[in-house]
């Protein structure tokens, strides 16, 4: 009932900059909460950066300072802007849309989607 379509992964240099784009697409009425993941090889998948449809941010201490998560609710897209990349950032990214209220009309359903992953590979 929703799919999510994630971009902006590529290969980047350390101190470099990309933005990842997800876009939601369904039978959307609301997107209460979005988060982007990251699971680098041999490890576990962990929380980079959070968000509230009220504003309200959370982010991995590892990336505070230079990741930014937002939101155009418009067009139901969650971006992540990563600035002063680092080699230990590289990892494929996953947007995750928790608590999606999908139908048309009331009672709406509740939806936890997940993207497909985006390769970030920061060079030294």
């Known amino acids: 009932q929703v799919h999510l379509v994630e971009s902006g992964g590529g290969l980047v240099q350390a101190g470099g900059s990309l933005r990842l784009s997800c876009v939601a697409s369904g039978s959307i009425f609301s997107i209460n909460a979005m988060r982007w993941y990251r699971q680098a090889p041999e490890k576990q998948r962990e929380l980079v950066a959070a968000k509230t449809r009220g504003g309200t941010t959370n982010y991995a201490d590892s990336v505070k300072g230079r990741f930014t998560i937002s939101s155009d609710n418009a067009k139901n897209t969650v971006y992540l802007q990563m600035n002063n990349l680092k080699p230990e950032d590289t990892a494929v990214y996953y947007c995750?849309?928790?608590?999606?209220?999908?139908?048309?009309?009331?009672?709406?359903?509740?939806?936890?989607?997940w993207g497909q992953g985006t390769l970030v590979t920061v060079s030294s």
């Open positions: 995750n849309l928790p608590d999606v209220e999908v139908g048309t009309v009331p009672p709406y359903g509740y939806l936890n989607v």
